[in-house]
């Protein structure tokens, strides 16, 4: 059989565009509304995607005035969307730096046996400096102590989901066992940052664990997601970026004695289509009349872990000088590298840097047919710089819709999306072994 692309969904406000909130054509529903997120994932399980995706934030920043992003913690939400759904996989962020390793590794498991084993967790060590003030600290953890504290992190969950042998369970109302002792062990935890004996207080999941999701494209978050991520989302805004991240992280995760085919690379595209590329221009131009460039200058800055851009003029052509060196930034690292390089290759000015941020906050963004788009997203899969992608919609549900209607049969039709689903675990959908355990 030919490869095939895999398509997750990433689900943010009404749409990933910083303006998606205010448009007419974006939902009508508050965000707080569940309907407004099951009827999308209904309809993205209807386009047979893998999976659907929501991020998370820890504090809202400074740009709650004018800029809804999420608005409902994501795993009470998965456990809504679990019994909303059937086949399609569910991915849900949470934090190594900001939670406990026994509390995330019970809740993963519940919802994989809540959702028959669709469950994904997006691992992120949280980049964001305001998150730090509520956990009780002052001032963020830097980058390199939250991807150390992460590493331990991994080994406790993973030794948590271990900690039961998937034919534990007996519930034998006869002879009185519910369970075979033996088949569940402690882990005895003991290292720098943990202590956790266990076992879970959980029986092993559907999925043994959650599929492992990571989105750092740091040196350091590019190891990690080689050692742990089953699946690997990243921004790219060129082909050639993708192409290099791609080839980078598959010879690091061989290097950790991994399959290249264990790792996926799904870059985000944010497509606007319509049925001519001047009208999906047309639409991109009016999309980005209603972004305001001094939200887009507060989100820069949050990038950039709190540097001030309110001196530079929007209309002066931006200088790297402009910029803090990335090296020196403990917040959203790659993020920053991935604005630098559109700023040394355009030299764009402050305006135009943040109207582009503004289609999707540094991802590939497109407006053209569905042809186009799916030329496109052909190029890439063909070229080396993907396995399949991360669709962020810039309008929600109105480009889903499209996408579906209009992209997805053209995929089909070129053999490159599948077109009904294999199985109804998030790892069949990915291609994805199922973990050893201890037991085995
Ligand atoms: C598609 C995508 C989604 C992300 N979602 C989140 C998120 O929900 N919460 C978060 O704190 N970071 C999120 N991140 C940020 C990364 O997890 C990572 O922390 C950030 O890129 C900084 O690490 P790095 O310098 O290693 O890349 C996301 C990144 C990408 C590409």
Request: aromatic share 10%; net charge negative; no cysteine.
């Amino acid at each position: 059989m030919t490869r095939q692309m895999h398509l997750n969904l990433f689900i943010q406000s009404r749409g990933h565009h910083e303006a998606s909130w205010r448009s007419p054509l974006s939902s009508p529903l508050p965000l707080t509304d569940v309907f407004y997120y099951q009827d999308i994932a209904q309809k993205a399980e209807a386009g047979l995607f893998d999976s659907i995706f929501l991020a998370d934030q820890l504090a809202i920043g400074e740009e709650v005035k004018q800029g809804p992003r999420t608005a409902l913690e994501p795993l009470t939400l998965l456990g809504a969307l679990a019994v909303s759904t059937e086949y399609i996989g569910l991915i849900a962020t949470a934090s190594t730096t900001y939670s406990e390793p026994f509390n995330l590794a019970r809740q993963f498991a519940s919802l994989d046996h809540i959702s028959n084993g669709r469950i994904g967790w997006n691992i992120v060590t949280s980049w964001l400096a305001a998150a730090a003030n509520n956990y009780g600290g002052d001032t963020q953890v830097s980058h390199a102590d939250r991807y150390e504290r992460a590493d331990e992190y991994m080994t406790v969950v993973n030794g948590l989901w271990d900690s039961w042998a998937a034919d534990a369970i007996l519930d034998n109302r006869e002879s009185g066992l519910y369970s075979r002792a033996e088949r569940v062990r402690a882990i005895n935890h003991e290292g720098e940052y943990y202590r956790v004996k266990g076992p879970l207080t959980i029986p092993r999941s559907p999925q043994g664990r959650p599929v492992l999701v990571q989105a750092g494209s740091s040196d350091t978050g590019r190891d990690f997601a080689a050692r742990y991520g089953e699946a690997v989302f990243t921004a790219q805004l060129e082909k050639a970026t993708s192409q290099e991240f791609y080839k980078d992280l598959k010879a690091r995760a061989v290097a950790y004695g991994r399959a290249e085919d264990q790792i996926l690379v799904l870059p985000g595209l944010s497509p606007l289509i319509a049925s001519s590329e001047a009208e999906a221009t047309r639409m991109a131009d009016e999309l980005g009349e209603l972004a305001d460039p001094e939200i887009g200058r507060k989100r820069i800055s949050d990038r950039f872990g709190g540097y001030d851009f309110s001196h530079l003029p929007l209309d002066k052509p931006l200088v790297p000088e402009d910029f803090p060196d990335p090296e020196t930034v403990e917040a959203a690292r790659s993020r920053t590298e991935v604005i630098l390089g559109l700023v040394r290759r355009e030299k764009p000015t402050l305006r135009e840097l943040l109207a582009k941020l503004a289609g999707a906050r540094g991802h590939y963004t497109y407006a053209g047919t569905p042809d186009q788009v799916a030329n496109l997203m052909e190029e890439w899969f063909t070229d080396g710089a993907a396995d399949g992608f991360n669709v962020m919609p810039p309008l929600l549900p109105a480009m889903l819709e499209v996408f579906i209607d209009e992209v997805i049969p053209l995929l089909q039709q070129r053999g490159l999306f599948r077109t009904s689903y294999e199985g109804n675990t998030l790892r069949t959908h990915y291609k994805l072994a199922e973990p050893v355990s201890q037991f085995d």
